[in-house]
């Protein structure tokens, strides 16, 4: 069965940090573009950041850039987001999300398999 599973939300102050993980299962990440997403309550999806399948391209949602950063490790199959700063208005579910090939492109609709997201709340 080919699962996303993220792992490291939880609370914190603002100001701090929190390292999410997305592990696959039942398929190899290493061909995959990845994409992180996340949702407020009350708001739509958005695009965190998204990351090719080498690494080698990565784009950021403007909210974000300069505090969050992506990572992968293909012989781990994970992906990381670490996020530094972090302000209330980051608090959401967030999501990681695959797409095979994708050119290191992540529109949401396109996106193939989702994980069930992990919840990060940022406290002011």
């Known amino acids: 069965q080919l699962q996303l599973v993220e792992s490291g939300g939880g609370l914190v102050q603002a100001g701090g940090s929190l390292r999410l993980s997305c592990a696959a299962s039942?398929?190899?990440?290493?061909?995959?573009?990845i994409g992180w997403f996340r949702q407020a309550p009350g708001k739509e999806r958005e695009g965190v950041v998204c990351?090719?399948?080498?690494?080698?391209?990565?784009m950021y949602a403007n909210s974000v850039k300069g505090r969050f950063t992506i990572s992968r490790d293909n012989a781990k199959n994970e992906v990381y987001l670490q996020m530094s700063s972090l302000k209330p208005e980051d608090t959401a579910v967030y999501y990681c999300?695959?797409?095979?090939?994708?050119?290191?492109?992540?529109?949401?609709?396109?996106?193939?398999?989702w994980g069930k997201g992990t919840l990060v709340t940022v406290s002011s």
């Open positions: 990351i090719s399948s080498s690494g080698g391209t990565t």
């Open positions: 039942g398929f190899t990440l290493d061909s995959y573009t």
């Open positions: 999300a695959a797409r095979f090939r994708g050119g290191g492109l992540c529109p949401g609709r396109v996106m193939e398999y």
